[in-house]
């Protein structure tokens, strides 16, 4: 990477800089509705996105209560700058920011490259532990 990366905290991101990256990763469900995507951004406990020479390359955002429970709802690279350590720069934010907090959760589609990318950054897919029985049960609208 040659241009500097800027990574950095955020309250709020401009409208088009957000659909632009989310359109980059093809997530109609939040592109099809700027208003909500906005408020998503909005009301989340914690936003911290990535840029290089001004252009939103890279954000990751989360819900937390600050004490038990960290979850992870985006995390998203644009195409052309994956594979050259922004996503695990965005993470390793997140987690470092909510180091105080035991359970850090997300969910994800059966990609390899996508569990490949959370087991290199220490979380364990509940199928593989073998320690407990653990579960995880959602409500998701379509599904
Ligand atoms: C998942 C995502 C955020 C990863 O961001 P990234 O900046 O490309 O990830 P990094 O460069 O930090 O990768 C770190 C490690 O994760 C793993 N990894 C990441 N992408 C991978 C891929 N396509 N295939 C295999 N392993 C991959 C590798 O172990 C990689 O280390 P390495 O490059 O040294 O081998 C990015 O691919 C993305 O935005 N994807 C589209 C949106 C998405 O699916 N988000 C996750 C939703 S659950």
């Not at 960290?70 to 052309?80: A, C, G, H, N």
């Amino acid at each position: 990477m040659n241009e500097a990366l800027e990574i950095r905290d955020v309250d709020s991101v401009a409208g088009s800089d957000l659909l632009d990256l989310y359109a980059s990763v093809e997530w109609g469900a939040y592109t099809k509705d700027p208003k909500a995507l906005a408020t998503a951004i909005a009301n989340s406990t914690y936003v911290v996105e990535a840029r290089v020479a001004g252009v939103l390359i890279g954000l990751a955002r989360g819900l937390s209560d600050d004490a038990s429970v960290f979850y992870l709802q985006d995390i998203l690279v644009r195409p052309e700058w994956q594979r050259q350590g922004v996503g695990t720069a965005l993470l390793q934010r997140c987690l470092k920011r909510f180091s105080h907090v035991r359970q850090k959760v997300l969910l994800t589609d059966d990609l390899p490259a996508q569990h490949e990318f959370y087991e290199s950054l220490g979380f364990r897919n509940t199928r593989h532990i073998t320690e407990v029985e653990l579960h995880a049960f959602v409500q998701i609208e379509g599904l």
